[in-house]
């Protein structure tokens, strides 16, 4: 991804720049204050020991008065201390603010994640997009976290401009005396005019040059994070990354990196980032400081003179010398910073690219039926759906039936619809063609969150977060102990949980010193405990048990009916075995209903679930069981 620093303009650039500000203001409130006063006390205090310092100096060469020179030695103690001390406090508050405001801008992540529309979440560009984005704050610091930057740098410019003009003004308004000879001709206003031109040349060209270097930068923007990623993956390995360390071991991907290295040169030599560093950026960036030793040695005679001409004493000289340095310094820091802005402005761009995503999934105003027996009709009526970029169809012409509070299995070979199906059912996704309908009404019309409330799942790819086991089950802060224990015990994991030390306080996976990990079952079983929790009428289990051991899973389905109750149960399986206790059975293949009804009647059939079925149970049955010697000592 190229970026280029003048692609934006000056309004669109403070125009996103003050939305982003807005944004970090709210989810982080008093954020930037510590920056603003660190960076005014970081600019002024040295202003304040120059005019002091000039004083000192100018007393030594002078009268010499002890007890003058003592009150200008106290006063410059006294304010260095108390600089050093209020930037010490300070600092230690910003670098409290700048941790809280880096985790805290992940607050705007997560809020557009959960209030995008799923489809949107799960659109390949989507994923892209986010991924290009924390490649640019993770490398680069591209992004929000340049905005505490920004603001300590345009703070500091602005006060030291005002500083510097403070200290400067009087050495254009003094007059060298007439008996100076030809050193009068130092009032001439085109000195004046001379010395201010090359002030303000030097502060335009320096910052120009220096976003020449950065443009330059941004332009490697995409090489850079790929090598990145390359050593991040490769060579750093962490603490922890015991899965990427497996995979490393196991398929000798140490070779793999190495070609990488080899091949793709992103930083040695006679690399485009070495070529960068070598013209464009190296001689931009060394032009630049050689405009600004130039405006010091110019000042710095212009001064002397003066000084020689008998315009001012011999401590102003440091003075002025110091004020109009600083003075470009900080007006090309104020410049430079506008430039960072601009190329700042593109990634910020990218970023509201993706916050800005509408959701235009149609939200409905009607409120789900209440009933006390949960009976609900279910309905696809010629339901048609393909996923967004895809001309393959996942679901053709599907046409279903079915109440709420009865058994449905939904059985296929990989692919052939079945999650599909649950997807659409959930309105994760809306069909293209077609209609889904509960109780005689299609669901685009209800209200979404009254909608997803009559569904627990369990997916096949469920997650489970480093929080504690009862806010994993309850997935709330707050929650009812008893019932969690309930929805434990029912999916078979209470017992292993009463023998952790923490017990509900028990944090998942080892996130902290007191974290413990936990099988691929037992996560599985937590996941359904989670689906039993919500207590919603309609449960859904997709591969519920594929992780779990033979015996684990005959106990789950030896008590199924009593883990359901009365809710109806949606259940999708590659195991035909499982599908006997079901009321019906789904048969999907090549994204239609190829056949449906109970097991008795599929298998007198014998059509495709006949097939599948004999397959499974052929091997089953001639499977051998081999008994495993066990070993001792």
């Known amino acids: 991804m190229k970026k280029k620093a003048e692609g934006m303009s000056l309004r669109e650039t403070f125009a996103i720049h003050r939305r982003a500000a807005r944004d970090m203001r709210r989810i982080a409130p008093g954020c930037f204050m510590p920056f603003i006063l660190c960076a005014v006390v970081e600019a002024a205090s040295p202003y304040a020991v120059i005019w002091l310092s000039a004083r000192l100096v100018d007393e030594l060469s002078t009268l010499r008065r002890p007890e003058i020179l003592a009150k200008w030695v106290l006063w410059i103690v006294a304010v260095s201390a108390a600089a050093e001390l209020l930037k010490a406090v300070l600092e230690r508050w910003k670098n409290v603010r700048s941790e809280l405001l880096d985790r805290q801008k992940e607050v705007l992540y997560t809020e557009k994640f959960l209030r995008m529309d799923y489809a949107d979440c799960d659109r390949q560009e989507t994923r892209d997009l986010f991924s290009q984005i924390r490649q640019n704050a993770d490398w680069s610091g591209w992004g929000f976290a340049h905005l505490k930057l920004y603001y300590t740098q345009a703070v500091q410019g602005i006060t030291g401009i005002l500083g510097a003009a403070a200290l400067t003004v009087s050495l254009f308004t003094r007059q060298v005396p007439t008996s100076a000879g030809k050193l009068t001709a130092l009032n001439h206003p085109l000195f004046l005019v001379g010395i201010l031109l090359l002030i303000a040349a030097v502060t335009c060209l320096g910052p120009t040059l220096v976003g020449r270097a950065y443009s330059a930068w941004n332009t490697l923007a995409e090489q850079v994070c790929f090598g990145n990623r390359v050593f991040s993956h490769f060579v750093f390995m962490q603490p922890g990354d015991k899965e990427k360390d497996m995979d490393r071991r196991m398929y000798r991907q140490s070779e793999l990196a190495e070609h990488y290295v080899r091949t793709v040169n992103i930083f040695g030599v006679g690399s485009p980032v070495a070529k960068a560093s070598q013209t464009t950026v190296g001689l931009s960036k ?130 052939s619809g079945k999650t599909t199906f649950i997807k659409l059912l959930c309105r994760l996704y809306d069909p293209q063609e077609g209609q889904i309908l509960l109780n005689g009404i299609d669901i685009r019309k209800y209200r979404y969150d009254d909608y997803m409330g009559i569904f627990s799942v369990v997916f096949q790819d469920f997650k489970l977060f480093s929080f504690e086991l009862g806010q994993n089950v309850a997935a709330s802060v707050d929650y009812e102990e008893e019932r969690v224990w309930d929805s434990l015990d029912k999916a078979g994991i209470g017992d292993r949980v009463r023998r952790m030390k923490e017990g509900l306080q028990t944090v998942l996976y080892q996130a902290g010193d007191d974290g413990v990990e936990i099988s691929g079952g037992e996560a599985q079983k937590i996941a359904i ?90 091997y089953y049955s001639e499977k051998q069981m081999e008994e495993v010697p066990s070993f001792a000592g």
């Not at 310094?329 to 910073?337: C, F, K, P, R, Y």
């Not at 970029?389 to 039936?401: C, E, Q, Y």
């Open 286 to 415: 060394a032009l630049a400081a050689s405009l600004s030793a130039v405006l010091s040695g110019v000042v710095y005679v212009f001064v002397c003179l003066k000084a020689l001409g008998g315009a001012f004493g011999i401590g102003s000289v440091t003075q002025y010398v110091s004020a109009v340095t600083t003075f470009s310094g900080n007006a090309a820091l104020l410049l430079s910073t506008v430039s960072h802005m601009r190329a700042n402005a593109e990634f910020l761009k990218a970023i509201y690219t993706f916050l800005d995503i509408p959701n235009s999934m149609y939200q409905g105003s009607l409120t789900t039926e209440k009933r006390s027996d949960r009976q609900y009709d279910v309905e696809f009526r010629d339901v048609s759906f393909r996923y967004p970029g895809s001309d393959i169809w996942a679901l053709r012409h599907v046409n279903m039936r079915f109440k709420v509070g009865k058994r449905l299995a939904i059985v296929g070979e990989n692919g």
């Open 529 to 618: 405990a989670r689906a039993l929790y919500k207590d919603a009428p309609v449960i859904i289990l997709d591969e519920p048990t594929s992780a779990l051991d033979p015996i684990s899973e005959y106990e789950i389905y030896s008590k199924f009916d009593t883990l359901v109750s009365d809710k109806t149960a949606i259940y999708i399986s590659h195991r035909m075995s499982s599908c006997r206790f079901c009321d019906n059975i789904a048969v999907f293949d090549n994204g239609s209903v190829r056949e449906m009804g109970n097991h008795e009647s599929l298998m007198k059939k014998k059509g495709l679930y006949y097939k599948m079925w004999e397959s499974q149970a052929k």
